[in-house]
Protein backbone atom coordinates (compact mmCIF):
# COMPACT_ATOMS: atom_id res chain seq x y z
CA UNK A 1 0.00 0.00 0.00
CA UNK A 2 1.68 3.24 -1.43
CA UNK A 3 0.83 6.09 1.39
CA UNK A 4 1.83 10.10 1.20
CA UNK A 5 2.35 12.16 4.67
CA UNK A 6 2.04 15.64 3.64
CA UNK A 7 3.21 17.57 6.65
CA UNK A 8 2.43 21.08 7.90
CA UNK A 9 5.60 22.25 9.07
CA UNK A 10 3.59 24.91 11.00
CA UNK A 11 0.98 22.95 12.66
CA UNK A 12 0.80 24.14 16.18
CA UNK A 13 0.35 21.27 17.94
CA UNK A 14 3.52 19.41 16.79
CA UNK A 15 7.13 19.07 16.38
CA UNK A 16 10.03 17.72 14.77
CA UNK A 17 9.92 14.76 16.98
CA UNK A 18 6.51 14.48 16.70
CA UNK A 19 6.79 14.17 12.96
CA UNK A 20 9.42 11.26 13.19
CA UNK A 21 7.18 9.42 15.64
CA UNK A 22 4.83 9.58 12.90
CA UNK A 23 6.41 8.42 10.28
CA UNK A 24 8.14 5.46 12.10
CA UNK A 25 4.23 4.25 12.71
CA UNK A 26 3.05 4.78 9.57
CA UNK A 27 6.84 2.87 8.01
CA UNK A 28 5.37 -0.06 9.96
CA UNK A 29 2.52 -0.70 7.64
CA UNK A 30 2.95 1.39 4.60
CA UNK A 31 4.99 2.09 1.64
CA UNK A 32 5.74 5.92 3.01
CA UNK A 33 6.89 9.00 0.85
CA UNK A 34 7.05 12.26 3.03
CA UNK A 35 6.26 15.82 1.83
CA UNK A 36 6.09 19.07 3.66
CA UNK A 37 4.10 21.84 2.87
CA UNK A 38 6.25 25.59 2.02
CA UNK A 39 3.65 27.65 1.37
CA UNK A 40 -0.11 27.93 1.13
CA UNK A 41 -1.85 25.80 -1.39
CA UNK A 42 1.06 24.18 -1.63
CA UNK A 43 -1.00 20.82 -0.07
CA UNK A 44 -3.43 21.22 -2.96
CA UNK A 45 -0.53 20.26 -6.04
CA UNK A 46 1.19 17.01 -3.88
CA UNK A 47 -2.12 15.64 -2.90
CA UNK A 48 -3.25 16.33 -6.59
CA UNK A 49 -0.02 14.82 -7.73
CA UNK A 50 -0.78 11.75 -5.65
CA UNK A 51 -3.72 10.93 -6.77
CA UNK A 52 -2.44 11.12 -9.94
CA UNK A 53 0.49 9.11 -9.68
CA UNK A 54 -1.98 5.93 -8.12
CA UNK A 55 -1.54 6.35 -4.22
CA UNK A 56 -3.70 4.62 -2.20
CA UNK A 57 -3.75 6.57 0.85
CA UNK A 58 -2.96 10.19 1.44
CA UNK A 59 -2.33 10.93 5.27
CA UNK A 60 -2.02 14.99 6.87
CA UNK A 61 -0.56 15.92 9.85
CA UNK A 62 -2.01 19.82 10.16
CA UNK A 63 -5.24 21.83 10.85
CA UNK A 64 -8.22 22.02 9.57
CA UNK A 65 -6.34 24.27 6.71
CA UNK A 66 -3.86 21.38 5.75
CA UNK A 67 -6.86 18.68 5.55
CA UNK A 68 -8.99 21.49 3.20
CA UNK A 69 -6.12 22.18 0.60
CA UNK A 70 -5.60 18.12 0.43
CA UNK A 71 -9.02 17.49 -0.31
CA UNK A 72 -9.24 20.22 -3.20
CA UNK A 73 -6.16 18.80 -4.58
CA UNK A 74 -7.73 15.36 -4.48
CA UNK A 75 -11.28 16.66 -5.51
CA UNK A 76 -9.39 18.59 -8.88
CA UNK A 77 -7.19 15.61 -9.83
CA UNK A 78 -7.34 13.66 -12.81
CA UNK A 79 -9.43 10.54 -11.61
CA UNK A 80 -11.66 12.85 -9.34
CA UNK A 81 -12.53 15.25 -12.64
CA UNK A 82 -12.60 11.76 -15.49
CA UNK A 83 -15.22 10.57 -13.66
CA UNK A 84 -17.16 12.64 -10.87
CA UNK A 85 -19.32 10.24 -10.12
CA UNK A 86 -17.54 7.57 -9.38
CA UNK A 87 -14.43 9.65 -7.51
CA UNK A 88 -14.71 8.49 -4.26
CA UNK A 89 -14.01 4.49 -5.32
CA UNK A 90 -11.39 6.31 -7.64
CA UNK A 91 -9.09 8.46 -5.51
CA UNK A 92 -6.95 8.09 -2.21
CA UNK A 93 -8.31 7.25 0.83
CA UNK A 94 -7.75 10.33 3.19
CA UNK A 95 -6.31 9.59 6.93
CA UNK A 96 -5.70 12.57 8.73
CA UNK A 97 -3.46 13.09 12.07
CA UNK A 98 -4.60 16.33 13.99
CA UNK A 99 -1.73 18.40 14.09
CA UNK A 100 -3.34 21.83 14.46
CA UNK A 101 -5.47 23.63 17.35
CA UNK A 102 -8.77 23.03 17.17
CA UNK A 103 -8.46 19.69 14.49
CA UNK A 104 -13.10 20.13 13.99
CA UNK A 105 -12.40 17.52 10.55
CA UNK A 106 -10.86 15.03 12.66
CA UNK A 107 -12.87 15.11 15.49
CA UNK A 108 -16.20 14.74 13.35
CA UNK A 109 -15.21 11.72 11.71
CA UNK A 110 -14.41 10.61 15.29
CA UNK A 111 -10.65 10.84 15.51
CA UNK A 112 -9.36 11.57 19.00
CA UNK A 113 -7.76 15.16 19.22
CA UNK A 114 -4.67 13.93 20.47
CA UNK A 115 -2.09 13.22 17.30
CA UNK A 116 -0.73 10.22 19.28
CA UNK A 117 -3.92 8.49 20.13
CA UNK A 118 -5.17 9.40 16.68
CA UNK A 119 -2.31 7.57 14.55
CA UNK A 120 -3.18 4.51 16.84
CA UNK A 121 -6.64 4.89 15.62
CA UNK A 122 -6.22 5.15 12.27
CA UNK A 123 -2.97 2.71 11.59
CA UNK A 124 -6.09 0.13 13.21
CA UNK A 125 -8.43 1.56 10.95
CA UNK A 126 -5.73 1.09 7.73
CA UNK A 127 -4.96 -2.75 8.92
CA UNK A 128 -8.31 -3.44 9.59
CA UNK A 129 -10.06 -1.53 6.35
CA UNK A 130 -12.34 0.51 8.23
CA UNK A 131 -13.33 3.07 5.66
CA UNK A 132 -16.78 6.01 5.67
CA UNK A 133 -17.56 7.63 2.26
CA UNK A 134 -18.41 11.26 3.23
CA UNK A 135 -19.93 14.07 1.21
CA UNK A 136 -18.51 17.40 0.64
CA UNK A 137 -19.22 21.10 0.31
CA UNK A 138 -18.47 23.30 -2.72
CA UNK A 139 -18.64 26.98 -2.44
CA UNK A 140 -18.07 27.99 -6.13
CA UNK A 141 -14.61 26.16 -7.28
CA UNK A 142 -13.57 25.01 -3.59
CA UNK A 143 -14.28 22.17 -1.27
CA UNK A 144 -14.66 22.39 2.03
CA UNK A 145 -15.22 19.32 4.43
CA UNK A 146 -17.04 20.84 7.59
CA UNK A 147 -18.31 24.47 7.12
CA UNK A 148 -18.34 27.75 5.44
CA UNK A 149 -19.37 31.06 6.68
CA UNK A 150 -19.91 34.69 5.13
CA UNK A 151 -20.61 37.71 7.28
CA UNK A 152 -19.80 37.43 11.23
CA UNK A 153 -17.82 34.28 11.78
CA UNK A 154 -15.62 34.75 8.79
CA UNK A 155 -14.72 38.55 10.10
CA UNK A 156 -13.89 37.04 13.51
CA UNK A 157 -11.53 34.19 11.41
CA UNK A 158 -9.82 37.40 9.72
CA UNK A 159 -8.95 38.83 13.07
CA UNK A 160 -7.67 35.68 14.24
CA UNK A 161 -5.24 35.18 11.34
CA UNK A 162 -3.98 38.61 11.31
CA UNK A 163 -3.59 38.53 15.51
CA UNK A 164 -1.52 34.89 14.51
CA UNK A 165 0.30 36.80 12.51
CA UNK A 166 1.42 39.23 14.69
CA UNK A 167 2.56 36.30 16.99
CA UNK A 168 -0.48 35.76 18.93
CA UNK A 169 -1.47 32.07 19.65
CA UNK A 170 -4.56 30.66 18.58
CA UNK A 171 -7.21 30.27 21.61
CA UNK A 172 -10.59 30.92 22.85
CA UNK A 173 -9.95 33.57 24.35
CA UNK A 174 -8.58 35.28 21.37
CA UNK A 175 -11.44 33.94 19.53
CA UNK A 176 -13.86 35.44 21.77
CA UNK A 177 -12.39 38.72 22.09
CA UNK A 178 -12.15 39.01 17.90
CA UNK A 179 -15.76 38.38 18.03
CA UNK A 180 -17.24 40.23 20.52
CA UNK A 181 -14.55 43.45 18.58
CA UNK A 182 -16.14 42.44 14.89
CA UNK A 183 -19.77 42.23 16.58
CA UNK A 184 -19.36 45.76 18.13
CA UNK A 185 -16.78 47.87 15.92
CA UNK A 186 -15.84 45.78 12.53
CA UNK A 187 -19.80 44.86 11.34
CA UNK A 188 -22.89 46.93 10.04
CA UNK A 189 -25.48 45.47 12.11
CA UNK A 190 -27.88 47.98 11.05
CA UNK A 191 -27.88 46.99 7.34
CA UNK A 192 -28.28 43.21 6.33
CA UNK A 193 -26.97 42.68 3.40
CA UNK A 194 -27.46 38.93 2.40
CA UNK A 195 -29.95 36.51 0.69
CA UNK A 196 -30.47 33.38 -0.13
CA UNK A 197 -31.80 31.88 -3.04
CA UNK A 198 -32.47 28.73 -3.50
CA UNK A 199 -34.35 26.72 -6.63
CA UNK A 200 -38.14 26.56 -6.03
CA UNK A 201 -38.46 28.06 -3.02
CA UNK A 202 -38.83 32.11 -1.69
CA UNK A 203 -35.74 33.60 -1.38
CA UNK A 204 -34.82 34.70 2.04
CA UNK A 205 -33.97 38.65 2.17
CA UNK A 206 -32.33 40.79 4.85
CA UNK A 207 -29.96 38.12 6.36
CA UNK A 208 -26.87 39.27 8.61
CA UNK A 209 -24.81 36.90 8.35
CA UNK A 210 -24.63 32.93 7.59
CA UNK A 211 -23.62 29.75 8.60
CA UNK A 212 -23.14 26.74 6.37
CA UNK A 213 -21.90 23.03 7.77
CA UNK A 214 -21.80 20.03 6.21
CA UNK A 215 -21.50 17.99 8.91
CA UNK A 216 -21.65 18.88 12.83
CA UNK A 217 -20.08 20.25 14.99
CA UNK A 218 -19.36 23.56 13.23
CA UNK A 219 -16.34 24.16 15.89
CA UNK A 220 -15.00 23.75 19.34
CA UNK A 221 -14.65 25.58 22.14
CA UNK A 222 -12.32 23.28 23.97
CA UNK A 223 -13.89 19.78 24.43
CA UNK A 224 -17.35 21.56 24.05
CA UNK A 225 -18.84 21.11 20.47
CA UNK A 226 -20.68 24.49 18.99
CA UNK A 227 -23.46 23.73 16.94
CA UNK A 228 -25.54 25.97 14.96
CA UNK A 229 -26.25 22.95 12.73
CA UNK A 230 -26.73 19.98 15.08
CA UNK A 231 -28.82 17.94 12.22
CA UNK A 232 -25.97 18.20 9.75
CA UNK A 233 -24.60 15.84 8.54
CA UNK A 234 -21.36 14.28 5.79
CA UNK A 235 -24.69 11.82 4.63
CA UNK A 236 -26.90 14.36 3.61
CA UNK A 237 -26.66 17.89 2.29
CA UNK A 238 -25.92 21.13 3.52
CA UNK A 239 -27.27 23.22 6.38
CA UNK A 240 -28.11 26.56 6.94
CA UNK A 241 -28.10 29.39 9.97
CA UNK A 242 -28.62 32.32 9.09
CA UNK A 243 -29.30 36.01 11.31
CA UNK A 244 -31.66 38.36 10.13
CA UNK A 245 -30.39 40.99 12.41
CA UNK A 246 -27.20 41.25 14.65
CA UNK A 247 -28.98 43.05 17.68
CA UNK A 248 -27.27 42.54 20.74
CA UNK A 249 -30.44 40.59 22.74
CA UNK A 250 -31.64 38.43 20.48
CA UNK A 251 -27.87 37.30 18.96
CA UNK A 252 -26.55 36.29 22.78
CA UNK A 253 -30.00 34.51 23.24
CA UNK A 254 -28.97 32.52 19.72
CA UNK A 255 -25.42 32.12 20.93
CA UNK A 256 -26.49 30.34 24.27
CA UNK A 257 -28.53 28.13 21.94
CA UNK A 258 -26.00 27.13 20.01
CA UNK A 259 -23.99 26.36 22.83
CA UNK A 260 -26.22 24.67 24.55
CA UNK A 261 -25.43 20.51 25.44
CA UNK A 262 -29.01 20.39 23.65
CA UNK A 263 -28.53 22.97 21.05
CA UNK A 264 -31.32 24.24 19.43
CA UNK A 265 -31.41 27.74 17.46
CA UNK A 266 -34.45 29.36 17.09
CA UNK A 267 -36.56 32.44 16.76
CA UNK A 268 -38.12 34.87 15.05
CA UNK A 269 -34.68 36.52 13.73
CA UNK A 270 -33.37 33.02 12.86
CA UNK A 271 -33.13 30.85 9.36
CA UNK A 272 -32.50 27.27 9.66
CA UNK A 273 -32.59 25.53 6.66
CA UNK A 274 -31.68 21.46 6.55
CA UNK A 275 -30.17 19.24 3.63
CA UNK A 276 -29.51 21.71 1.02
CA UNK A 277 -28.53 20.58 -2.56
CA UNK A 278 -27.88 24.00 -3.84
CA UNK A 279 -28.32 27.50 -2.83
CA UNK A 280 -26.62 30.77 -3.57
CA UNK A 281 -25.66 34.18 -1.26
CA UNK A 282 -25.20 37.27 -3.02
CA UNK A 283 -24.58 40.47 -0.75
CA UNK A 284 -25.39 44.12 -1.53
CA UNK A 285 -22.15 44.07 -0.41
CA UNK A 286 -18.28 42.72 0.32
CA UNK A 287 -18.94 40.36 3.18
CA UNK A 288 -16.20 38.53 4.69
CA UNK A 289 -15.70 34.55 3.54
CA UNK A 290 -14.13 31.48 5.15
CA UNK A 291 -14.36 28.03 4.47
CA UNK A 292 -13.75 25.44 7.16
CA UNK A 293 -11.92 28.13 8.87
CA UNK A 294 -9.67 29.83 6.60
CA UNK A 295 -10.47 33.53 5.98
CA UNK A 296 -10.48 33.59 2.03
CA UNK A 297 -11.30 37.48 1.68
CA UNK A 298 -14.37 39.27 0.82
CA UNK A 299 -17.59 37.77 -1.55
CA UNK A 300 -20.36 39.59 -3.15
CA UNK A 301 -21.75 36.24 -4.42
CA UNK A 302 -20.79 32.55 -3.76
CA UNK A 303 -22.48 29.24 -4.97
CA UNK A 304 -22.90 26.14 -2.73
CA UNK A 305 -23.75 22.50 -3.44
CA UNK A 306 -23.50 19.21 -1.54
CA UNK A 307 -21.60 16.66 -3.26
CA UNK A 308 -22.53 13.85 -1.96
CA UNK A 309 -20.30 10.76 -1.40
CA UNK A 310 -17.20 12.30 -2.72
CA UNK A 311 -14.45 10.59 -0.93
CA UNK A 312 -13.74 7.93 1.68
CA UNK A 313 -11.62 8.53 4.96
CA UNK A 314 -10.12 6.60 7.62
CA UNK A 315 -11.84 6.69 10.88
Not at 24 to 53: C, P
Not at 161 to 167: D, I, N, Q, S, T
Not at 277 to 290: D, G, K, N, W
Request: aromatic content about 6%; glycine content about 8%.
Amino acid sequence: MRALLVVNPKATTTSERTWDLIVRALRSEVDLSVEYTRRRGHAVALTRAAAEDGFDVVVTLGGDGTVNEAVNGLMTSAPALAAPASAASRLPVLAVVPGGSTNVFARAIGLPPQWSEATSVLLEGLRAGRLRTIGLGRADDRYFTFCAGLGLDAAVIRQVERARLRGRKSTAGLYLRSMVGEFFIGMDRRHPAIRLEQPGEPTELELATVVIQNTAPWTFIGDRAINPNPAASFDLGLDVLALRQLRVPSTARTMAQVAARRPDPRGRKVVQLHNLSEFTLSATRPQAFQLDGDYLGERLKVRFTAVREALRVVF
